[in-house]
Structure formats: structure tokens, C-alpha cells
């Protein structure tokens, strides 16, 4: 072998070694984790709210094959005495195994952090898992059946304790729903179920855990919405895509089933032979209905004006008689029957809101949607891109599910519902306002859901083309200003993820916030973001094979991550680049420390070392005032070359 290329095969082995143990310094294990966390929520009890001699607040029912957490009752107690309002709760698990090896060894994993009280996931599954306590009161008026009970022992925290027969869980879970329509649960703005985000219960493996995921509490609804009380007004915002408009339209009437609908398509200026072909569709649809004798038909409503999605919705939303609307891209295709049944049955109950469905990626398996998340860095799609094949985070992209809010690529809502919120916000004219208008529905007490047991497929930016363009990102932050001055409450907080999650960067997935625990905001200082001037980047490539993504760009705050792709990533030095836009020569550079991104290490299998190709720091007060396009140069440190490459995002700093 040439000796040269061997001397550069050791030099890769030694950078990968010390890649290894910057890994390992980033990785934090759950156990240390969660033992910090405990640690600090035990010094600091409230002496009030504890002890003996207040009598019995609540009664506690555990699951066998596991253990009450060490402060479980008495953290119970606090919160009952705290929250006068709630006379049901739940909490969090995890696993603590036993390992023999040499010597018994606690090791605790698998953490399961719930959402706050979710009606319609507890009608998918029984999430409420291992422990639930109620109010002494409630348990006396309302007796469970003893047949579900094995024992019963006294705490000394003001609870009692009792052991479920998990063979008689049936009777008890059915109990369970009696004691939650006694506190009418599922009225809007429920407070009466709360949820304790602690650690209450501690399983010995974790299929106790999981269990609980073939425990349906509901079985499915067969109480679809009557034709003659639900009709359906159908909106389809569209323009020049008459052949994806013809797949969609073609779609609806399998999809509806029993119901009837109307059809009402907006049209904010096709040209000449795509109106002509719609209007032929129009009147072709509507001569089939009459022979049919059907009421279903389609209404064209042609207006001509620059895209405006939410103006375009609320023009259809006036024009329609339906008790439902469903608000419908045009790109989407119903391909499963009668789905359109089942969220109209949801819509129509009292306390929901909007309802979506999971979409997927058209001939794939692909999710697009399951549901939006509420993250500091803006609303996001969990689960985006991931096979919806495997089952993620204790069924997050199965049943009925909770969230903050859904997508209007295929929304669902009852028209009263709609005005009563005020409809669209159309200052929030492309990104964000189906946003806006499931926050606006969640404040006014109602429950938003996405049935992710139904599906359609969803030919994304079909109309609206690429998303990463300078003019749009701009354009989205602008938006996402606007969305969070309407709901300041909700910047950053979503009561449906739990703050046991991970919330910062675009990482898709769904995993514990322990898994990226060891990194830590980079501050840079003044004298750490050098001035560097364009000639001193002379001898750098601009190359598309580093990739640069800036994913959040907020008070100071830049995250995103940068891959040499092709190439090993742990032989480069990276540096993020600041280059004020008006002014050519004035660039900063920052050394960037690197964060770990399990989510690059999932997405990108084929790519070498990218565990550490995170970014996320404070830049701001180092810089002054404008506008800054960011980028990263990377250099080899074994065989000298120098990569540079720009986000198409810019970072705006105001002093």
C-alpha cells in the first residue's frame, strides 16, 4: 500500500477515535438524567401541603409488575391540594430493571411522558397506564367493582393504596370511564382530569409499559352523522392544477359515503383552458347527480387575485350550507372509504374542534402529517418523513390523537364552530393560519384531533413549489410573528408534548429530551466572532456537497446543522459564517463546537459521522444590527480541503 495513503488511513482512524469520545461526552444516559431532575424536585417540597392528620385526599390504583415511585403519593397529595378543580389524575412511568451482573444493578429506561388529558387518545387506547388516583369523595359515590382489586394497604401521604387484578382490568378500565363521564370529561374545557408530569410508577420491564397500548377503552364509533343533519360543505382552494383537481374531486364521493356534500371550489385565476376544463367537470359532476337524483354538486366560484389561502377559505366557508365544512387542497387524494364519515362523527360531538387526518406521501408509506407539534422554534409536523410501517412513541401516529393543531390541506370543522373563532386569519396569508385557527378553537375549550387510523395521500408543494426560497422563509417568519402576538400563551408550549420531550431543531421524531441533554447553548462572546473578510475565504470551494440547514433563527438564537456529505465527517473543522448582506466584506466567523443530532444519525444512514454536525448558538450581541446570510466553511484536517457553502435563510440581528 502506498504510504501516503496510509499515513492518511491512521490520521482517520485517530480523528475518528476522537469523535468517538466527543460523542460520548455529548450522551447523557436517562438514569443520570432523570436522576438530576428528581434530585432537584426533592429538596424543595412544600411542608403545607404534606403530613399526616389531614385525612384521605385521593385513593391511588396501581397496576402489577412494577412499583409506586418514591414520592409518588406524596407528590399526588400536593397536586390534589393545588388543584382543587381536578378530581381524576394521572402521570409518567419509566422502567427500572434489575441486572445480575456480579452485583444487582438499578438501571432505569424507557421513560413514558404523556399528554395532558387527550379524551380522544383515551378513546383509542387506555394511556393512563399503571397509576391513576381520584378523589376520596368521587370513589365513594362511585365504588369500584371489588372483583378488580386484589389488596389494599395504607399510605402515609394521604392516599390510599390500592392493587388492581390486571385480569379483571376490563371492569376496572370501564370504571374508569364512569368515574370521567361523572366529571363530564369530555365537556369543553375540561379541567377536571389532570395530569402529574412526574415519574409516578416505575415498571419492571418495559412490556408493562406497552400493555396498555391493546386496551381500547371505546370501541369505534358507528354513530356516523345522519345525511339529513351533517351535510358537508367540501372547500377546495385551486388554480391551474385541473388534472390534480379532477384525481381529488373524483375521490370525495367514496370517501363521503352516507353523507351529503357539496362541493365548493375556489378559483383564484386559472387561465382560459384550465377554467374551461373545470367548468366541464363542474357540469359533468352536477348532470350525473341530477340523474341520480342526489343533492350532491359541485359550485364554481371564480374570482380572480394573488394566492390568498385563508381569503380564498373564508370566501368558500360564506358561500356554503353545510352543518360541517371540510376544507380540502386540491392536491390531496381520500382514497380510503368513507373516511369522511368518521371525521364528520368527530366534528360534530360538542367539544371538538378541527379534525384532521394522517397524510402520507402519495405511493409511499411516507407520513407527512400526523398531527402539528407547538415547539419553540414554531409549529412543526412530527413524525414528518418516518414510516408510518413502525409504530413511534406509544402509538403517536395510531388512533385518535390529540394535538394542538392540524393541517388545512384536510380539515374538518363544524361552521359555528368556524365563526364563532372568526373563521381564517387573513393577515396570515399563506403559512400559519390553520395554525391560528386550532389555537383559536383550543382556547375557546375545544379539543383538536387527527385520526391517524385514516389516511390520504398528499402531493405536497404541487401548488405552491419549493418552500426553501429566501422570499418565503422570510415571509414565514413574518407570519410566525404575527401567529404567537395573537397567542403569546402559546410560544413555545403545547399541552399535547411533554417537556420530557426534545424541543429543540427540526428533529422530526419523537424522543426523550434526555437524548441530546449533554449539549449546551454556545455562547460567543465578541471575541470569539472574528471579522474574517471575504479574501480570507479565497481558497475555499463553494460546494453544494455541504449541505448547510438554518433551522431556527429566533432572539439571537441560531440552530441548524451542517454535513460534508460523501465525506467523513469527523475529520472537518466547521465554522458558521455571518455575512452582512449589504455588505460584502463584512463576515464573522464562529467556531462551531458541533451538537448532537441523534435525528442526523437516523436520516442520514448513508452519511459518515454526522452525529455531531448540530449547531446552536447566541450570536446576537455580538454583531451589529441588519441582516445576515449564514453559512459554514469546513476544513479536512487530513487532507487540507476547504468547503464552503450558504443556507438560503437569512438572520436578522436588531440591537
Known amino acids: 500500500m502506498d504510504i501516503r495513503k496510509r499515513v492518511k488511513q491512521e490520521l482517520i482512524k485517530k480523528e475518528n477515535k476522537r469523535y468517538e469520545k466527543l460523542l460520548a461526552r455529548r450522551t447523557v444516559t436517562y438514569e443520570q438524567w432523570i436522576g438530576q431532575r428528581e434530585e432537584s424536585e426533592g429538596k ?10 389531614k385525612g384521605v385526599i385521593a385513593d391511588v390504583f396501581v397496576m402489577p409488575g412494577g412499583r409506586l415511585a418514591e414520592r409518588a403519593t406524596e407528590q399526588i397529595a400536593e397536586y390534589f391540594a393545588t388543584h382543587p378543580e381536578v378530581q381524576i389524575l394521572y402521570g409518567d412511568e419509566d422502567v427500572w430493571a434489575k441486572e445480575l451482573s456480579g452485583m444487582e444493578v438499578s438501571k432505569r429506561n424507557a421513560p413514558w411522558f404523556k399528554p395532558d388529558w387527550s379524551p380522544d387518545v383515551f378513546d383509542s387506547w387506555y394511556y393512563f397506564g399503571s397509576v391513576v388516583a381520584i378523589r376520596r369523595e368521587m370513589v365513594e359515590k362511585y365504588p369500584v367493582p371489588a372483583a378488580s382489586l386484589s389488596q389494599k394497604r395504607q399510605s402515609q401521604k394521604e392516599c390510599c393504596i390500592w392493587q388492581v387484578r390486571e385480569e379483571n382490568h376490563e371492569s376496572f378500565v370501564n370504571w374508569i370511564r364512569k368515574c370521567l363521564e361523572a366529571v ?6 375540561c ?3 389532570g395530569h402529574l408530569s412526574k415519574i409516578l410508577f416505575h415498571g419492571d420491564r418495559e412490556e408493562v409499559l406497552k400493555k396498555y397500548m391493546q386496551w381500547t377503552t371505546v370501541k369505534e364509533t358507528e354513530e356516523y352523522a345522519k345525511e339529513q343533519e351533517c351535510k358537508m360543505s367540501i372547500i377546495i382552494p385551486s388554480k391551474d392544477n385541473s388534472k390534480i383537481l379532477r384525481d381529488c374531486l373524483q375521490a370525495i364521493p367514496k370517501a363521503a359515503g352516507a353523507l351529503s356534500f357539496e362541493i365548493i371550489i375556489v378559483d383564484n385565476g386559472s387561465d382560459d383552458t384550465n377554467k374551461q376544463r373545470i367548468e366541464a367537470m363542474v357540469q359533468s359532476f352536477n348532470e350525473f ?9 359541485i359550485k364554481y366560484i371564480y374570482e380572480p387575485m394573488e394566492f390568498h389561502f385563508p ?4 370566501l368558500g366557508a360564506q358561500k356554503a350550507h353545510g352543518r360541517l365544512l371540510l376544507f380540502l387542497n386540491d392536491d390531496v387524494e381520500l382514497n380510503q372509504k368513507g373516511c369522511l364519515e368518521k371525521l364528520a362523527a368527530l366534528a360534530a360531538r360538542e367539544y371538538t374542534g378541527a379534525v384532521g387526518i394522517k397524510l402520507l406521501y402519495p405511493d409511499s408509506t411516507k407520513i407527512q402529517h400526523a398531527g402539528i407539534t407547538n415547539l419553540p422554534m414554531g409549529p412543526v409536523h412530527k413524525l414528518q418523513f418516518m414510516d408510518d410501517k413502525e409504530s413511534y412513541y406509544y402509538n403517536s401516529n395510531r388512533g385518535l390523537r390529540n394535538v394542538l393543531a392540524v393541517t388545512a390541506a384536510c380539515l374538518m370543522v363544524e361552521k359555528s364552530k368556524f365563526e364563532e373563532v372568526g373563521g381564517f386569519e387573513e393577515r396570515l396569508r399563506i403559512a400559519f393560519n390553520d395554525v391560528d385557527l386550532c389555537f383559536k378553537l383550543y382556547e375557546q375549550g375545544y379539543s383538536n384531533v387527527c385520526d391517524n387510523d385514516s389516511f390520504a395521500y398528499h402531493h405536497e408543494s404541487l401548488s405552491r413549489g419549493n418552500d426553501e426560497s429566501l422570499e418565503k422563509w422570510e415571509r414565514m417568519q413574518a407570519e410566525r410573528d404575527i401567529l404567537y402576538t395573537a397567542h403569546p400563551k402559546l410560544v413555545g408550549w403545547d399541552p399535547y408534548y411533554h417537556e420530557g420531550l426534545g424541543k429543540e431543531g427540526l428533529d422530526t421524531g419523537i424522543r426523550p429530551a434526555f437524548e441530546t441533554a449533554g449539549n449546551e447553548k454556545q455562547k460567543v462572546s465578541a471575541r470569539e466572532c472574528k471579522p474574517l473578510g471575504a479574501e480570507k475565504l479565497s481558497g475555499c470551494r463553494q460546494d453544494n456537497c455541504l449541505l448547510v440547514r438554518l433551522e431556527t433563527c429566533r432572539e439571537g438564537i441560531l440552530q441548524g446543522y451542517g454535513v460534508v456529505l460523501g465525506d467523513d465527517n469527523s475529520c472537518y473543522d466547521k465554522m458558521l459564517l455571518l455575512k452582512k448582506q449589504d455588505d460584502e466584506n463584512s463576515i464573522y466567523g464562529i467556531p462551531i463546537e458541533g451538537q448532537y443530532r441523534p435525528d442526523l444519525v437516523r436520516n442520514m444512514p448513508d452519511q459518515v459521522n454526522v452525529g455531531l454536525c448540530g449547531f446552536w448558538l447566541s450570536a446576537e450581541n455580538c454583531l451589529e444590527s441588519g441582516d445576515y446570510s449564514v453559512g459554514i466553511t469546513a476544513r479536512n484536517r487530513v487532507t487540507g480541503l476547504q468547503l464552503i457553502n450558504w443556507a438560503n435563510r437569512v438572520f436578522t440581528v436588531k440591537n
Open 44 to 53: 424543595q417540597p412544600d411542608a403545607s401541603l404534606t403530613g399526616e392528620g
Open 311 to 314: 381569503k380564498m377559505c373564508n
Open 191 to 193: 379541567v377536571s382530569v
Open 289 to 297: 347527480s341530477a340523474q341520480k337524483k342526489s343533492s350532491n354538486v
Open 184 to 189: 363530564e370529561s369530555k365537556k369543553k374545557g
